[in-house]
């Protein structure tokens, strides 16, 4: 293999003005203006090096799935130092036609009352910091982590789906329709 090869198999990534990283074993912990965070590389296959302002990523292997282990690696990377400094939003719109649907927050939990007209509330958990806002016929998420921030949108999505019915009459549900860098209040 030629050394233009071997070079696409390393990244190296600048840590933002702000944020602070520290590795513990398979563990990176970041910390910035917003807040600070976590996350578990011992299951993705690359090597984590700190240096000066930057961190040095290699892959073990040599194929197409470890160069692309490699750059999916760099963008979770990438996304929590840049969430770190500006957040991320998404907003989301409550769409019903008869039964008006309310949500309400209670913990870590989302409760979704009055769906379809049921009695009881559909829950849906709120993953990570993510903090949700319900505000009319919107609901607001956001923080630092996009992982965590997408993951809850889906979350809700998924329990507000209509079942054993036509879904092109019945439109009925939470769907988000803004996703954006930048916290919104």
Partial sequence: MSTDQLEKFEE???????????????MLQ???P????????????????IKEGEIRL?????????????????SVIRNICEGLITGYTIKMKVVFAHF????KIDGKKILIENFQGE?????????????????????????EVWTDITQTAAN???????KDKDHRVFLDGIYAYEKKK???K
């Fill in 30 to 32: 970041f910390q910035g």
């Fill in 100 to 103: 008006p649907i309310t949500v």
């Fill in 12 to 26: 190296i990534i600048d840590i933002p003005k702000g944020v602070t990283v520290t590795r513990k074993t398979h």
């Fill in 182 to 184: 930048g916290i919104d």
């Fill in 58 to 74: 290699t892959v073990k292997g040599r194929r197409k799935r470890d160069y692309s282990i490699l750059h999916a690696a760099r």
């Fill in 119 to 143: 009695r009881s509330a559909r829950v849906t958990k709120i993953v990570g910091n993510t903090k949700v806002i319900p505000k009319g016929e919107d609901v607001i998420l956001t923080g």
């Fill in 156 to 162: 809700i999505e998924l329990n507000t789906k209509v």
């Fill in 34 to 49: 917003l807040g600070k965070t976590h996350k578990s590389f011992r299951n993705i296959p690359v090597e984590i090096e």
